[in-house]
């Protein structure tokens, strides 16, 4: 039997949250505040007792689920790239405001729904792809029980989309959950349906 609860949870907050700018596959870290966030976290999440916790493999993700896998018994976390969250190419490292410099056409039509990714990276529906298609693998390679899967804002706000079937057009229709926030899908008769959409402990 696959997982019974499926958990996706947004990585802490980092300096480039902090001052907005694009991260995409940039290896950064939690910042002091962001550590502190997932420590608040950890023990709700605690408590629906996972059975596996898997973790894109960049660093503020692991480290994320690290506060996690601290609380619970027998559980270590594991890695998998395709969580990774959206590569945005020559965006990455810099704000809206110094892309909006270089590439203002290109930053528009983006912001307007255009998933043509001209910036270099990926679209929307390719990062969303492989992350939901990650999360389905995962939750049938889980014997019952939770699943939490620890990613990112703009690959998980995707997947989310993909896993209760929505078009891209939906998708703008609810937000990119905060830092350190998740949302929760059980499996019922018809399938996956979210039961909680961007929780968090405030922190």
Known sequence: MPAQTVVLWRHGQTNFNTVGKFQGHIDTELDEFGWGQVRAAAPLLAEYKPQRIVSSDLKRA?????????????????????????????????????????????????????????????????SASRAADAIKEHIAGTEGGALVVVGHGGSLRGAVGQLLELPLTAWDRFAVSHNAHWNVFERRRQGLTLVQFNVGTGA
């Open 62 to 126: 692991q480290q994320t689920a690290s506060a996690l896998a601290d609380l619970v018994d027998d559980v270590s976390v594991e890695t998998d790239e395709r969580l990774r969250e959206t590569a945005y190419g020559r965006w990455e490292g810099l704000t809206r405001a110094e892309v909006k410099e270089q590439w203002a056409d290109e930053l528009a039509r983006w912001s307007s729904g255009d998933d043509e990714p001209t910036h270099g990276g990926e679209s929307r529906v390719d």
